[in-house]
C-alpha cells in the first residue's frame, strides 16, 4: 500500500514538471488599463504601452491594452495622437508590472485654444497676411479672424503682420502670450492699420 501511494505521489510530481516545462503553468504577468475623460466628441486618442502596443480610444471612460506585462517589466504608457482640438496628458503613466493589474492610469484631455482677434482699417482692395508660428491667414478686410491650428494648453502664441497691405503699416497688440490652464479662445488680438 506504501508503494502505491509512493508511485502516486512521484506520478503528480512528474506531471507537474513536465507540464510546467511544456508551459502548462502560467507566467505571472498584469494588464494595463485606465480611465480616459475630456476626448472631445467624434475624435479619436492614440496611446502607446513601451512604444510598441496601441490602441485607438474614441470614447471617454475606461480602456485596456491587450498584451499584458510579464511581471517585473517595466510598463509606459504615452500619447501617441492627440485627439483634434485637445491636448492630453497622462498620470500614473510608467511602473513596473507585478502580479496585479495596473488599473490606475489616467488620462486627462483639454481643449486646444483658438487665437484670433479683429482687423481695423485695412484700405479696401488691400490684403494683409498674418502668422502665428506655422499657421498663416490672409485677409482683405475689416472683422473678426480666428488662425486655423489651436494652441495646446502650455503653449504660445505670436501673431504677427509677415505681409503689410500696401502702403499701410499695421500694429499688432495683444498678440504674444502663453495659453495657461483654463483659456478660453483668445479674442482679443488686435490688428490695427494705418
Do not use: H, W
Not at 35 to 55: F, K, W
Not at 102 to 115: F, G, I
Request: some cysteine; proline content about 3%.
Amino acid at each position: 500500500m506504501k508503494s502505491r501511494l509512493a508511485i502516486t505521489l512521484l506520478f503528480c510530481v512528474m506531471s507537474t514538471a513536465i507540464l510546467s516545462a511544456c508551459g502548462g503553468s502560467t507566467v505571472n504577468s498584469a494588464s494595463i488599463s485606465g480611465v480616459v475623460s475630456g476626448i472631445p466628441s467624434s475624435t479619436t486618442l492614440v496611446l502607446q504601452n513601451n512604444a510598441v502596443e496601441s490602441i485607438s480610444v474614441a470614447a471617454n471612460g475606461a480602456f485596456t491594452f491587450t498584451n499584458r506585462i510579464a511581471s517585473g517589466s517595466a510598463y509606459s504608457v504615452t500619447v501617441g495622437i492627440n485627439p483634434v482640438g485637445a491636448s492630453c496628458s497622462v498620470s500614473n503613466a510608467s511602473g513596473t508590472a507585478t502580479e496585479s493589474n495596473v488599473t490606475n492610469v489616467a488620462v486627462t484631455c483639454v481643449p486646444n485654444v483658438t487665437v484670433g482677434g479683429s482687423i481695423s482699417g485695412l484700405a479696401s482692395g488691400n490684403i494683409m497676411i498674418l502668422q502665428n508660428g506655422t499657421d498663416s491667414i490672409a485677409s482683405a478686410a475689416d472683422g473678426f479672424f480666428v488662425f486655423t491650428k489651436s494652441v495646446p494648453i502650455g503653449g504660445n502664441y505670436n501673431v504677427v503682420v509677415v505681409t503689410t497691405p500696401t502702403n499701410q503699416n499695421c500694429t499688432v497688440v495683444n498678440g504674444v502670450g502663453t495659453i495657461a490652464a483654463g483659456s478660453a479662445n483668445i479674442e482679443n488680438v488686435q490688428i490695427t492699420c494705418i
